[in-house]
């Protein structure tokens, strides 16, 4: 009988001790669960991070790249204003050097001015030379028979320009001439052409050029003809007289 007594306690208490095992087996394997899933949501919000940051390096990198075509772009047109300024004085340097025109460097033409009866004529000399070249003062003009007895035409001051006449290639310079004061007079007498000197650095240079006068020829008065100074456009003023 004592043994039938304790039989079952015996029972019991083999029961509750597999019971126990089996909730701590049970906790245990939850507690390694929630570790795993802690892990992994560790591991995938470093796996976000790293990729925004990426993705924020991208972008800077992007930007960067857009700042330095801004850049690009800002040097791209201060080298273009630096090349216009260096054409500029280029151009002003060649013009300081050019040397003066001489008589086989330019072609020179008449032609008359507005106004009946015609008393002033427009001198056009055209660089025909290829290369830049400086014209001097004014044109040395005689409206005689031979260059070398003809009166020279005296120069109005007040058309003298305030800057060389540079001429490149091609380009053209003028002067107004007076060849008589108007009207019927017996001291003017018809020019049909008449000579064109220069100037050189050191005064009027050798040798002069044959210019046709206008159609149907001039009617000069030796004492009132007066020239104006090449310049490289007529003024109003300074080439009236």
Request: aromatic content about 4%; glycine content about 14%.
């Amino acid at each position: 009988m004592r043994t039938f007594i304790r039989r079952p306690a015996l029972v019991a208490a083999t029961a509750v001790a597999a019971l126990g095992l089996t909730l701590t087996a049970c906790g245990g394997d939850g507690s390694g669960t929630k570790d795993e899933g802690a892990a992994a949501a560790s591991k995938s919000g470093g796996s976000k991070s790293g990729s925004d940051a990426g993705s924020g390096k991208q972008e800077a990198a992007a930007d960067g790249g857009s700042g330095k075509e801004a850049a690009g772009s800002g040097t791209s047109g201060s080298d273009s204003a630096g090349t216009t300024a260096s054409q500029t004085r280029s151009k002003e340097k060649s013009g300081a050097k050019a040397p003066a025109c001489s008589a086989d460097d330019v072609k020179i033409s008449a032609a008359k001015q507005d106004g009946v009866p015609t008393t002033h004529i427009t001198l056009t000399a055209t660089n025909v030379s290829g290369h830049a070249c400086t014209l001097l003062q004014y044109p040395v003009i005689g409206f005689g028979d031979l260059p070398q007895t003809s009166k020279d035409v005296p120069p109005v001051a007040k058309s003298k320009p305030g800057t060389p006449v540079v001429l490149n290639a091609g380009e053209p310079a003028y002067a107004a001439v007076r060849i008589n004061q108007g009207g019927v007079d017996e001291d003017n007498h018809v020019v049909k052409s008449f000579y064109v000197n220069l100037f050189a650095a050191d005064g009027p240079a050798e040798g002069s050029k044959t210019v046709g006068a206008p159609k149907g020829g001039i009617a000069v008065d030796d004492a009132a003809a007066k020239t104006g100074y090449w310049t490289n456009e007529l003024r109003n003023g300074a080439d009236e007289f």
